[in-house]
Nanobody, 123 residues
Framework: QVQLVESGGGLVQAGGSLRLSCAASGGTFSVYTMGWFRQAPGKEREFVAAIRRFGDSTSYADSVKGRFTISRDNAKSTVTLQMNSLKPEDTAVYYC????????????????WGQGTQVTVSS
């Protein structure tokens, strides 16, 4: 019932910044915890960040703490991921996902997924 579309990916040099956006439709956005995951070629999809439905609680992977910030705007049905101080290790396809669980950090706990947006960080 929920459709998610990511945008904002691109190519950036190490140390630069990007802001990813995810637009939701087809459901009541405010009932979902939203998450960001990423997957590099040949590797498993990994958790990046999540935000509870009213934005009162967030969770981050240790690898991105202090560099990435997740936020949401329920009035606009969007969630964003501000990425600063990017490293080559951040290169991956980034996915937006939605779940009715509180703060899940495992991909299998999310029901809805976007198609992903490519982020490439050059050294």
């Amino acid at each position: 019932q929920v459709q998610l579309v990511e945008s904002g990916g691109g190519l950036v040099q190490a140390g630069g910044s990007l802001r990813l956006s995810c637009a939701a439709s087809g459901g009541t956005f405010s009932v979902y915890t939203m998450g960001w995951f990423r997957q590099a070629p040949g590797k498993e999809r990994e958790f990046v960040a999540a935000i509870r439905r009213f934005g009162d609680s967030t969770s981050y992977a240790d690898s991105v703490k202090g560099r990435f910030t997740i936020s949401r705007d329920n009035a606009k049905s969007t969630v964003t991921l501000q990425m600063n101080s990017l490293k080559p290790e951040d290169t991956a396809v980034y996915y937006c996902a939605a779940t009715t669980q509180i703060i899940p950090v495992v991909a299998k706990m999310y029901r809805y997924w976007g198609q992903g947006t490519q982020v490439t960080v050059s050294s």
